[in-house]
């Protein structure tokens, strides 16, 4: 091929690797995603670099951990300053676009929920203002009824098409257009005007938005739209394609929300099956048990059987209604002659307990269910189904874009390219290491979480810090991480290997730029 290749990335929002039929899963339907994966490599064992959305987006973005690049946890913001993979390819000669959820700087207007310590600081922080306005994403920006322009670049996206927060009321531009071309658009957005049903699931909502205007569609449409206007031109293009859910609210429109049945789903693995709950765990139950609710609903709880599987169907419509459009924009990049320059990649930013020891949503606990999450790339050169156990993070999804295009990437990357890993013959990482980070305290913490996680093919190791307790699971003999050894004496030389890999991990968490211009 004389033109260089194209890339289109679509990524969905807290989406379980297990939950595509391609990678096994007995109800939900996928059949365009499964479509991707029979053309391409299909990674079994592939990890998030912390579970939670706007850390782990940054780590995509920078091919950096979060300890690295700043953005540490959701409310954080990643400095504008933060050169992205997508810089390079912009310098590189591609047309860059982001159509949907960026999620690189907060989307509301709250303060965060963090207590006062009461102390009066003349210097507030360790680091003085950059002077930029970190509110391009807020509400603020986007106020009105016509839709305006969103001005870029940002962080590398020479086009933008912004869509802010989750649920059939999400912001941004979609939130404009919305408010300019949907006739009734206050009474689809008043809650007295739900449809009616007979759930009783947390954050199950059925939303009289027609299927057509839910925010979904709008992503697919506005990517189609910019595929169309990519056809016969000469710069090759790199399109990140953001769907807000699955994420919760569990609100799936008009055909989608009642596509499954709860009866379609069991709760695969109870609380019970967990031989010594962690204290989280715990703190969680106690809630359940004294009828307690998170005090917003981000955070992470404990939920009964039929709850859960009231979710689990709400969540797979859906995901089949992602899939449905992901359908439509392929067509058109086979519709416009572009499909065979073009290659596809499909992953998520974190997964979702859904159900797991009868835990909901994200949070502390590293279980995999919330670590690790799809990826799919199809790749023009090859279109080959396979399927590969060997083992990577989101920050190498940069590195291997770049690689890909023949672009060199910044010094500073940690993410490490898997291109050779695609025949499915290569070994690409050995372990990973997984972060997580809370804004503040919540699960029975009493301070705010400071988690590391090393994960292998044998074991997952988790230390949470200030506390007396950690995890450790003999993924080999119990895959489904239901047996906590970390007080088991047994296992103390295999804790003491496995601290010791994880201390080399931390050790390499310096930001290596900007390289030092002088010798002294």
């Known amino acids: ?80 300053r933060a050169n992205t993979f997508v810089d390079v390819l912009a310098a590189g000669g591609y047309a860059t676009a982001s159509i949907g959820k960026s999620h690189l700087q907060p989307f509301t207007d709250h303060a965060p ?74 009474a689809l957005h008043d809650p007295a005007n739900e449809l009616p049903h007979n759930y009783t699931c947390p954050q199950a909502y059925r939303t009289p938005i027609p299927e057509e205007a839910y925010p979904t569609a709008w992503v697919a449409d506005r990517a189609i739209e910019y595929i169309e206007g990519r056809k016969d031109q000469d710069d090759p293009f790199f399109a990140f394609v953001s769907f807000p859910d699955p994420h919760h609210p569990f609100n799936p429109p008009g055909k989608y929300w009642d596509m499954y049945s709860p009866d379609d789903f069991d709760v695969e693995l109870p609380y019970d099956a967990h031989e010594n709950p962690t204290p989280p765990m715990e703190d969680a139950t106690q809630m359940w048990e004294q009828g307690k609710t998170p005090a917003i609903p981000q955070m992470p709880f404990r939920a009964d059987d039929q709850h859960i599987r009231e979710a689990k169907a709400l969540t797979a419509g859906m995901i089949t209604m992602i899939d449905d459009h992901i359908g439509r924009v392929v067509q058109t990049l086979k519709g416009t002659g572009q499909y065979e ?43 080959k189904a396979v399927r590969t156990g ?61 988690v590391r996680t090393l994960r292998n093919k044998e074991w997952r190791f988790t230390v949470y810090a200030g506390e007396d307790w950690g995890e450790l699971y003999d993924l080999k003999n119990d895959p489904r991480e239901t047996k906590n050894l970390w007080a088991d004496p047994r296992f103390a030389e295999d804790k003491a290997a496995l601290s010791m890999r994880l201390i080399e991990h931390l050790t390499y968490q310096m930001d290596e730029s900007p390289r030092a211009n002088r010798l002294a």
Not at 350 to 368: E, I, R, V
């Open 1 to 80: 091929m004389s033109k260089r290749v194209n890339f289109l990335l679509f990524i969905t929002d807290q989406h379980r690797a297990d939950w595509l039929r391609c990678s096994g899963h007995p109800v939900v339907k996928t059949p365009n995603i499964d479509a991707i994966a029979a053309d391409g490599t299909l990674f079994e064992d592939f990890h998030v670099a912390l579970p939670v959305c706007m850390p782990n987006r940054a780590s995509l973005m920078t091919g950096r951990m979060p300890s690295v690049h700043g953005l540490r946890y959701n409310g954080a913001l990643l400095p504008e």
């Open 113 to 186: 929920l963090r207590k006062d310590d009461g102390i009066e600081r003349l210097v507030p922080e360790a680091w003085k203002d950059d002077g930029t306005s970190y509110t391009k994403e807020e509400p603020a920006s986007f106020l009105g009824d016509k839709e305006t322009p969103f001005e870029g670049p940002y962080y590398g996206f020479q086009h933008v098409e912004m869509m802010t927060s989750h649920g059939d009321r999400c912001g941004g531009q979609y939130g404009q257009w919305f408010r300019e071309n949907i006739e009734d658009w206050q």
């Open 341 to 383: 320059n073009t290659v596809i990649i499909f992953t998520s930013d974190h997964g979702d307990y859904l159900g797991d020891f009868n835990m909901m949503l994200k949070g502390p606990l590293m279980m995999q269910s919330i670590t690790r999450v799809p990826m799919i790339w199809s790749d023009p050169e090859t279109r």
């Open 390 to 450: 060997a083992m990577g993070s989101t920050i190498d999804i940069s590195a291997s874009i770049l690689d890909r295009a023949g672009l060199a990437p910044y010094f500073g990357m940690q993410g490490q390219s898997f291109v050779p890993a695609l025949d499915g013959e290569n070994p690409h990482r050995e372990e990973v290491l997984i972060e997580h980070n809370d804004g503040g305290p919540r699960m029975g913490f009493s301070k705010a979480a400071r």
